[in-house]
């Protein structure tokens, strides 16, 4: 081999791994989600502003666990601790999941909703269909596509029914932390 070809193989090698060594989008998703692990904020109703189940009411999330391929984020509505958004990845696909509890801990009728992301995503946002286990579980929810925004200084969760006008969006201040919540039903401390 000549002093040319091996420069040339040592180049390919050398941009291979660097390829190889990108981050994807949602690996930085992931990694910014994944920073909060053990932190607690509390936020505000966006929209819609006259929601009964969860205007004027205190709103945190939590988020509580953290693994490579797991991020559970318990999010309180008032005294309400019910619900806990469950990330999980898979090949650099993000799959966001609803688990909701009754307070002895045990599973609601409608658990388990949500849905996968179509591709990577971006760095600072992340989209999730309904999946065909939340068609199943809630017919009405088949359109159903939630999304998440997270920046410096916001997480904001969000939702919609394609053919309706309504939007709801919760928004986390993520620049304030506060004191830890107590667990959400169906945890043990």
């Given at each position: 081999?000549?002093?040319?070809?091996?420069?040339?193989?040592?180049?390919?090698?050398?941009?291979?791994?660097?390829?190889?060594?990108?981050?994807?989008?949602?690996?930085?998703?992931?990694?910014?989600?994944?920073?909060?692990?053990?932190?607690?904020?509390?936020?505000?109703?966006?929209?819609?502003?006259?929601?009964?189940?969860?205007?004027?009411?205190?709103?945190?999330?939590?988020?509580?666990?953290?693994?490579?391929?797991?991020?559970?984020?318990?999010?309180?509505?008032g005294?309400?601790?019910?619900?806990?958004?469950?990330?999980?990845?898979?090949?650099?696909?993000?799959?966001?999941?609803?688990?909701?509890?009754?307070?002895?801990?045990?599973?609601?009728?409608?658990?388990?909703?949500?849905?996968?992301?179509?591709?990577v995503?971006?760095?600072d946002?992340?989209?999730?269909?309904?999946?065909?286990?939340?068609?199943?579980?809630?017919?009405?929810?088949?359109t159903?596509?939630?999304?998440v925004?997270?920046?410096?200084?916001?997480?904001?969760?969000?939702?919609?029914?394609?053919?309706?006008?309504?939007?709801?969006?919760?928004?986390?201040?993520?620049?304030?932390p506060?004191?830890?919540?107590?667990?959400?039903?169906?945890?043990?401390?």
């Open positions: 081999m000549t002093l040319k070809q091996s420069l040339l193989l040592l180049c390919v090698i050398i941009s291979s791994s660097l390829l190889a060594q990108e981050k994807r989008p949602s690996d930085i998703f992931w990694e910014t989600l994944s920073s909060h692990c053990g932190k607690a904020y509390k936020g505000h109703l966006a929209l819609p502003e006259n929601d009964e189940a969860f205007g004027g009411k205190e709103l945190v999330m939590h988020v509580r666990s953290c693994s490579d391929n797991e991020i559970k984020v318990p999010f309180f509505v005294e309400d601790r019910s619900r806990t958004w469950v990330f999980t990845k898979k090949d650099g696909i993000i799959t966001l999941k609803h688990d909701h509890r009754h307070e002895d801990g045990s599973e609601d009728a409608v658990t388990q909703y949500g849905g996968t992301a179509s591709n995503g971006k760095e946002i992340q989209f999730f269909p309904a999946d065909p286990h939340t068609q199943q579980l809630i017919p009405a929810a088949a159903n596509v939630w999304w925004t997270l920046d410096d200084t916001t997480f904001t969760y969000n939702l919609r029914r394609l053919g309706r006008d309504s939007v709801f969006k919760v928004v986390m201040d993520i620049t304030k506060i004191a830890t919540p107590e667990a959400p039903w169906g945890w043990k401390d």
